[in-house]
């Protein structure tokens, strides 16, 4: 075992740089930063950003896996650290043999410099350390390229050529072809007539005016953008590209894809792998979006004994796919192992075989059958099983090599079309569920559960009450608003099982006590306990401020005015700036009920940038229906010019105070950038 990791270890190490020379490492996740020091700072927590090597994500991903095998392997007594003393052995497992007298050198090193005194090492420390030791091993001046996985191609940052991304061929023909199959009929794209091919790379060139990445959010997210406010035709100008992959790119971080290292004309330059990136984002969002008990209350049917239907809430997007394959397993003729993973427990095509089988319905006619399991060959059974899946309209993201060689994205991907397709969550008839069972997700937790993922953070937020428990994420968002303001030392982010629930209680507390002490929030009558319990009213209440908090810093950073800008501040602004474009709406507040029509704020857009706003669109009836077309209509001008708008059009029209004071911030953030060109012009 410890041979294993130590070879794998190396293998993923490769061509590691002097540390003379090379001052650029990759990061794995990025975060939204009010500069440049925090996103470092908080990313050193949570991701290997010392590491001076020349490798792709996906190795870096495999190296991060084996560092974490070796540190757990080591770390005996399970609290997330390796005493100084089990050090030259857990240097072993990943290939470092150092003498005796070189460990006990590097210990009292470690201890001269350890400000914490408690002679113990993290998983960061212990990175660093192995990247250290293994610089030291290889000639300074070594450097190699990266031998591409099967099936890649590599492509260097023409910046830093250290940074290697790998676009899969694989995802650029599985998504040439969802993108083929479901805006067939739409008209601006012609697809049905002049598909995409998906051979060649012909997708990042459809995708370069913004039109595809328009169409395909509102196909994950219908009513996303107002495609009136898409520039289209065959003769659109560069200017106009950039207008529609900034309304792209804006309305793609409103629906919760994390956006933030990607500009229009990275797109437009047709960046592979940051194209493919964008697009697995939004169809992945797709895919999921109906996968909820709102839409399918036999989700409750996956629940195991002493589970509530919190529980399900509870669960990763993976780990909710993964149960409902499962259960099917568990009712049909498979007599297998549990499938843990989409990666090697599905490569040899009998979970699927056995899948596909039962969720057919019994009047479905051709029948799917258990045929691919008569072939031997791994390759013709995974085709045999697509066939297979053919009959059910569900072959969708995986080709046969996919599923052999356990390509876990698109075999999720894969899954998650079975489910939309077949779910065969049918709820007995001694079964019996209420209104109280079935959780529907509010448009203002959607809204800032779209917020928080936008901004990267990790984990994933699913659901607010559940994933914010811990209060990682909201650690994470406090180092992104105010940087330095979280001693990461007093933050347990690996939690022993026995002391899970006191560990995350401190957590909490710790995190109502930075937003009282040094956010300066007002957090009154709420305790930590209140956030481990998930409760609506006190969580929400401070996700609000987060948000809010987020906002006004980044308004304070770009306007440069040396003072705090508030609420009253925003409205000065607001109606200074009207005048100033001879308009003739203004506020009073954010409840003002003039505003639910949206003119006031197209005025402001159009005021911001001249001619960006086509007033015969806007409607003059006084109807819900009527100021609904302008809300929507509004948020899609709003992000088109850049400005990055989370609230829906209903908050628009509801005249939500706390969501309406977001737009106004946000479009006073965008007025502070640097000049804009008119339509005109």
Request: net charge negative; charged share 25%.
């Amino acid at each position: 075992m410890e041979k294993d990791l130590s070879q794998q270890s190396s293998a993923c190490y490769l061509a590691v740089k002097s540390a003379k020379n090379c001052r650029s490492f990759l990061s794995v996740s990025s975060y939204t930063s009010l500069n440049s020091t925090s996103s470092t700072s908080l990313a050193k927590k949570f991701s290997i950003q010392d590491l001076k090597v020349n490798i792709n994500e996906s190795q870096l991903e495999e190296f991060r896996s084996i560092m974490l095998e070796a540190f757990n392997k080591s770390d005996i007594n399970g609290n997330g650290y390796i005493e100084l003393g089990e050090l030259r052995e857990a240097l072993k497992t990943v290939g470092i043999d150092i003498p005796g007298y070189q460990a006990r050198t590097i210990e009292d090193e470690f201890k001269k410099n350890d400000k914490s005194q408690d002679g113990k090492l993290s998983l960061d420390e212990f990175e660093k350390l192995y990247s250290r030791l293994k610089s030291e091993k290889e000639e300074r001046t070594f450097k190699t390229r990266v031998k591409p996985i099967s099936g890649t191609t590599e492509i260097r940052n023409k910046e830093n050529d250290s940074i290697v991304h790998t676009v899969r061929h694989s995802e650029q023909l599985a998504f040439s072809k969802w993108i083929n199959q479901n805006l067939a009929l739409d008209s601006d794209l012609n697809l049905s007539q002049n598909p995409i091919d998906p051979e060649t790379k012909d997708l990042y060139t459809r995708c370069n005016d913004g039109i595809v990445l328009c169409k395909l959010i509102n196909f994950s997210v219908p009513k996303t953008i107002d495609e009136r406010t898409i520039n289209r035709g065959k003769n659109i100008t560069i200017y106009q590209k950039l207008e529609n992959l900034e309304l792209a790119l804006r309305s793609a971080e409103a629906i919760g894809c994390h956006v933030i290292n990607i500009r229009p004309n990275d797109i437009r330059d047709e960046k592979e792998h940051l194209i493919l990136g964008l697009l697995w984002q939004i169809i992945q969002i797709g895919l999921f979006s109906e996968i909820n008990l709102t839409h399918h209350p036999g989700l409750v049917m996956l629940l195991k004994d002493g589970e509530s239907k919190e529980d399900l809430l509870k669960l990763t997007k993976e780990e909710l796919l993964l149960r409902w394959f499962n259960y099917h397993l568990a009712r049909s003729a498979y007599s297998g192992r549990e499938v843990k993973n989409f990666g090697n427990d599905i490569k040899d095509s009998v979970a699927y075989s056995h899948l596909l089988k039962q969720i057919c319905p019994s009047n479905h006619r051709p029948m799917v059958t258990l045929a691919p399991l008569n072939e031997n060959d791994l390759n013709r059974r995974a085709e045999a099983m697509l066939t297979e899946a053919e009959k059910l309209k569900a072959r969708d993201f995986v080709t046969a090599n996919d599923v052999v060689s356990g390509n876990q994205k698109l075999n999720m991907a894969f899954v998650a079309n079975l489910f939309n397709t077949y779910p065969a969550l049918d709820v007995p008839e001694d079964v019996t569920i209420q209104d109280e069972d079935i959780i529907e997700e509010t448009r203002e937790e959607k809204t800032y559960r779209n917020w928080m993922n936008s901004m990267g953070v990790n984990p994933y937020v699913n659901y607010l009450y559940t994933d914010l428990q811990d209060c990682l994420v909201i650690f994470q968002l406090y180092d992104m608003i105010k940087p330095g303001s979280v001693d990461w030392n007093r933050v347990v982010k690996k939690f022993v099982p026995i002391k899970i629930k006191f560990q995350k209680l401190d957590n909490c507390n710790y995190a109502v006590d930075i937003g009282k002490k040094v956010m300066n929030f007002k957090l009154v009558g709420i305790q930590g306990s209140n956030l481990l319990d998930g409760d609506k009213t006190f969580t929400l209440a401070l996700v609000w401020q987060l948000m809010r908090a987020y906002t006004l810093a980044m308004l304070d950073k770009i306007a440069g005015q040396g003072h705090p800008i508030v609420e009253n501040g925003i409205i000065e602004w607001t109606n200074n700036k009207l005048k100033s474009a001879d308009k003739k709406t203004f506020i009073n507040n954010f409840q003002d009920p003039v505003i639910s029509d949206s003119r006031v704020i197209c005025d402001l857009i159009d005021a911001i940038k001249p001619g960006s706003v086509q007033y015969d669109l806007l409607k003059t009836e006084n109807t819900n229906e009527a100021k609904m077309e302008n809300a929507r209509y509004a948020v899609s001008i709003a992000r088109k010019i850049g400005a990055r708008v989370f609230a829906l059009p209903e908050d628009i029209v509801e005249v939500k105070q706390k969501l309406v004071m977001t737009i106004f911030a946000t479009l006073m953030i965008q007025d502070y950038q640097p000049p804009q060109v008119s339509l005109e012009q």
